[in-house]
């Protein structure tokens, strides 16, 4: 499914951002909200966060999510 960022805000999370919305082709909404966590080396931990998809019928799933945001080095 191709997204395409329709907002960011919130603090910044490394190179993204702690709120970011998507909207689909289909035209189902994709909203992703981040708590960051500690800092590791090259890194840092999502403490907690929430993917919140809404469908054509205003029905939204909600997935909490957890891990880690990392670059990769070259």
């Known amino acids: 499914m191709a ?7 919130g603090d910044i999370f490394g190179q993204f951002n702690t709120e970011m919305s998507y909207s ?12 960051p966590g500690d800092e ?4 840092q931990r999502i403490q907690s966060g929430l ?4 469908d054509r019928e205003g029905w ?3 997935l909490p ?3 880690v945001r990392a ?4």
């Open 3 to 9: 997204l395409e960022q329709t907002r960011s805000g």
């Open 24 to 35: 689909a082709r289909d035209g189902r909404q994709l909203a992703v909200s981040l708590v």
């Open 40 to 43: 590791l080396d090259g890194g």
């Open 51 to 54: 993917i919140t998809v809404t």
């Open 60 to 62: 939204d799933t909600k």
């Open 65 to 67: 999510v957890l891990g």
């Open 71 to 74: 670059c990769q080095p070259e």
